[in-house]
């Protein structure tokens, strides 16, 4: 089992930017992949992004392309997402997951579905306000 919390959410106005963190603890080296999602209410989960935490490589949505950044702290079993130049239509809850994420699914896209990954974290809002 993996556990993950996700932190650093919050109200921020548009234009503003926020960096949200992922720790792991568990058994994460059953997992390669860890991605960013984020839910709006009445609306579909979102991927945002992905990186694999062996090698490091990032895959992104179109929508975060420019302005969000997925990083790792391997030392402490961390993962981040830098928000930048944020709009109101970012607003939602931002979760992290983990899993094995076959490298297929990572470079098709699909991986933003979020079904590939079995593990989830509670999620941290964010608002953004204009």
């Known amino acids: 089992l993996v556990q993950l919390v996700e932190s650093g959410g919050g109200s921020v106005q548009g234009g503003g930017s926020l960096r949200l963190s992922c720790a792991a603890s568990?058994?994460?080296?059953?997992?390669?992949?860890m991605g960013w999602f984020r839910q709006a209410p009445a609306q579909a989960r979102e991927g945002i992004a992905v990186?694999?935490?062996?090698?490091?490589?990032?895959y992104y949505s179109d929508s975060a392309k420019g302005r969000f950044t997925i990083s790792q702290d391997n030392a402490k079993n961390t993962v981040y997402l830098q928000m930048n130049n944020l709009e109101p239509e970012d607003t939602g809850m931002y979760y992290c997951?983990?899993?094995?994420?076959?490298?297929?699914?990572?470079?098709?896209?699909?991986?933003?579905?979020?079904?590939?990954?079995?593990?989830w974290g509670q999620g941290t809002q964010v608002t953004v306000s204009s």
């Open positions: 997951a983990t899993g094995r994420v076959p490298l297929g699914v990572l470079v098709t896209g699909s991986w933003a579905t979020g079904m590939d990954f079995p593990y």
């Open positions: 568990g058994d994460t080296h059953s997992s390669h992949s």
């Open positions: 990186i694999l935490t062996g090698t490091g490589s990032t």
